[in-house]
């Protein structure tokens, strides 16, 4: 069946250093890709998303990546700081529903001072 | 704006005991709405979603059932809950057009001794 495999899941890395988190998707029909960060209790929140007709999105310290061919898809963020440490949840959208997502098992992201 | 109100936020209930988690979505109309269910230290599990009044679909089989009695509103219920009902509830809306993002409440966290 469909699914998202993602790696790590705990990445540890100094401040100031740069993250990555990868996700690998099955279905090649998925055309969009989220990333959400879940702060300890809180609700996840959508922080960047990517569709398929782009390779590259930036917001600020954060980036996503997306290789369709190789279906595969990449959380990057630069300058870590310790409000970064939070759970991270990649998804793809489903072949047979464009309202539903498959869902990453998460990677929990450290920062040490 | 579009806001999305859950509760109660915190609920303990007996074994056996009946539910009724309850979701309202402002500032939209016509919107896709998700129960999603995540256990201590996991991924998202979808529950159920919704692409219109009365129209509710499952994913996983269980004692949960829910329902949609008005546009802007989802309900989650049990007859009886069990242990394994333990979690943290999220509720979650998106536009009903296809391959866009989720947004989430602020969800409730269900204990059941």
């Known amino acids: 069946g469909e699914n998202v495999e993602q790696h790590p899941s705990t990445l540890s890395v100094q401040e100031g250093d740069s993250a990555v988190i990868k996700c690998t998707y099955s279905?090649?029909?998925?055309?969009?890709f989220p990333w959400y960060k879940q702060e300890l209790g809180k609700r996840p929140q959508l922080i960047i998303d990517?569709?398929?007709n782009v390779g590259e999105k930036k917001d600020q310290r954060i980036a996503v990546t997306l290789n369709k061919t190789a279906k595969h898809f990449s959380l990057h963020i630069t300058e870590t700081q310790p409000e970064d440490s939070a759970v991270y949840f990649c998804?793809?959208?489903?072949?047979?529903?464009?309202?539903?997502?498959?869902w990453g098992a998460g990677t929990k992201l450290i920062i040490k001072p | 704006s579009q806001t999305i109100h859950q509760w109660p936020a915190t609920l303990v209930q007996p074994v056996g005991s009946p539910l009724s988690l309850e979701c309202t979505v402002e500032?939209?109309?016509?919107?896709?709405l998700y129960w999603y269910r995540q256990a201590a230290g996991r991924g998202l599990q979808l529950l159920f979603y919704?692409?219109?009044?009365?129209?509710i679909s499952s994913e996983v089989p269980q004692n949960l059932s829910a329902s949609r009695p008005q546009d802007r509103q989802f309900i989650l219920s049990s007859k009886k809950l069990l242990l394994s009902d333990s979690g943290f509830y999220l509720c979650?809306?998106?536009?009903?057009?296809?391959?866009?993002?989720?947004?989430f409440g602020d969800g409730t966290r269900l204990s059941i001794l």
């Open positions: 979650a809306w998106s536009v009903g057009t296809s391959n866009q993002p989720q947004h």
């Open positions: 500032g939209t109309s016509n919107p896709n």
């Open positions: 919704s692409v219109g009044i009365g129209q």
């Open positions: 279905d090649s029909a998925s055309n969009y």
């Open positions: 990517i569709r398929s």
């Open positions: 998804a793809a959208s489903r072949r047979d529903s464009n309202y539903q997502l498959i």
